[in-house]
């Protein structure tokens, strides 16, 4: 997918999910959402789908009131895969139906119907991947599908206070850090000042034409990139490099989560 096909890969995890969950112990622990169970993991992904759909259909200009939809939740939690698939075969008929560069209200930076589609990518994505760890499988995700997840999150996160309270002590005097993808091209400058933080523009450059030199930064592949900044792995693994000033992502992943 170049450029990427949100709506088709919303649909591509959303199969792989029900693959992974389908014949699995819908009780079965998930170690990367604590508390939280196979059944539960699916009926929020489906959840987030059918809530996003309908906020699609109505194509709203303000903020949503209520969040009261009717889920078509089964009584049976053996029958929430079916449940999943029935959620996002809606969602592709939604998709199809909707024009997604139309002006909308969305929570985030993108004012379009299109913030709906790659924000449900990555919350199905992810939710995937914890899935598949809880049933002893690795967390596979396409290079450039992650990097696309890495930048979704890093250009949300600042518009995220009212459901990520801890966003609002990432403040410093002035400070940045550089997310820097070693698996292909990708690198990321997040600027914190003292009245909040941001990502800055891609491709800010020295005068000498020169990456902007950071603070801190943190390199990864472009997956483990995206599972850093969701907390499913840890700054301190070995999968990542971190350089520069250590209290900076300190700061960073004990205030970003999603």
């Not at 309908?54 to 209520?66: A, D, E, F, H, W």
């Not at 690198?187 to 800010?204: I, K, M, Q, S, Y």
């Amino acid at each position: 997918m170049t450029p990427l096909d949100h709506s088709a890969a919303v649909a591509a995890e959303t199969a792989r999910f029900v693959g992974a969950v389908r014949a699995a112990d819908p009780a079965t622990p998930v170690p990367t959402t604590p508390g939280w169970t196979l059944a539960d993991l699916v009926r929020h992904a489906g959840s987030v789908q059918r809530w996003f759909t309908v906020l699609l259909r109505q194509g709203i200009q303000q903020p949503p009131t209520s969040r009261d939809v009717d889920l078509k939740l089964p009584e049976q939690v053996e029958a929430y895969p079916d449940w999943l698939a029935e959620a996002v075969a809606e969602a592709g008929e939604t998709f199809a139906a909707t024009d997604l560069d139309a002006p909308m209200w969305a929570w985030g930076a993108d004012q379009h119907a299109r913030f709906w589609v790659r924000r449900m990518l990555f919350e199905t994505l992810v939710h995937r991947v914890d899935a598949e760890l809880a049933l002893g499988g690795k967390a596979d995700i396409a290079p450039d599908l992650a990097a696309d997840g890495v930048d979704e999150f890093l250009t949300n996160l600042p518009y995220a206070s009212f459901f990520a309270p801890g966003t609002a002590k990432l403040r410093a005097e002035d400070r940045s850090i550089r997310f820097t993808r070693t698996d292909g091209d990708g690198t990321w400058l997040v600027r914190l000042r003292p009245d909040g933080f941001g990502l800055a523009p891609a491709g800010e450059a020295t005068p000498a034409g020169e990456a902007t030199p950071a603070d801190a930064t943190i390199s990864a592949s472009a997956a483990d990139l995206l599972l850093l900044l969701y907390g499913r792995i840890d700054h301190t693994s070995a999968a990542v490099t971190v350089e520069g000033d250590e209290a900076l992502p300190a700061l960073w992943f004990a205030n970003s989560a999603f």
